[in-house]
C-alpha cells in the first residue's frame, strides 16, 4: 500500500522561499506519476505541478517560473521548491502519486488514487 508523507511546511513571509518534501513508500516509486496539489478552506483543490520518471513535468501557470518540482529516486522522495512566495500561495499543499494516469488528466486531483496527509505553507508578513 502506497504511503506518502509530506513534510517541510511553515510560515514564511512574501518574497521567502520555502522547499517541501514528500516520502513514497509501499510501492516502486519509479513507476509512479507524482504531483503536488494544494487546497484552501472552502476551495477545491487545485493543481501545482506533476512530474514522473522521464521527468516529464509541467506547472499550473501560477507556479511557472516560481516552483520547482524534482523527485529523487534514490530516496523516494518527491519535492517543491516554492520561490518568491506571496500570501496568495497559502495552503495546504498536497503530494499525490499514481501509477496508472495518462498525460492529459495529470492535472485532475481525481485521477490520484495516492494522497499524503497535507502540510501547511502559509506566507504572511
Known amino acids: 500500500q502506497v504511503r506518502l508523507v509530506e513534510s517541510g511546511g511553515g510560515l514564511v513571509r512574501p518574497g521567502d522561499s520555502l522547499g517541501i518534501s514528500c516520502e513514497f513508500s509501499?510501492?516502486?516509486?519509479?513507476?509512479?506519476?507524482t504531483a503536488w496539489f494544494r487546497q484552501v478552506p472552502g476551495k477545491e483543490r487545485e493543481f501545482v505541478a506533476v512530474?514522473?520518471?522521464?521527468?516529464?513535468?509541467s506547472y499550473a501557470n501560477f507556479a511557472t517560473g516560481r516552483f520547482v518540482i524534482s523527485r529523487d529516486s534514490s530516496k523516494s522522495t518527491l519535492y517543491l521548491q516554492m520561490n518568491s512566495l506571496q500570501p496568495e500561495d497559502t495552503a495546504v499543499y498536497y503530494c499525490a502519486a499514481d501509477a496508472n494516469i495518462i498525460l492529459s488528466s495529470r492535472r485532475m486531483p481525481a485521477q490520484y488514487k495516492n494522497w499524503g496527509q497535507g502540510t501547511q505553507v502559509t506566507v504572511t508578513s
Open positions: 512530474t514522473d520518471r522521464y521527468r516529464r513535468s
Open positions: 509501499g510501492g516502486t516509486f519509479s513507476g509512479y506519476v
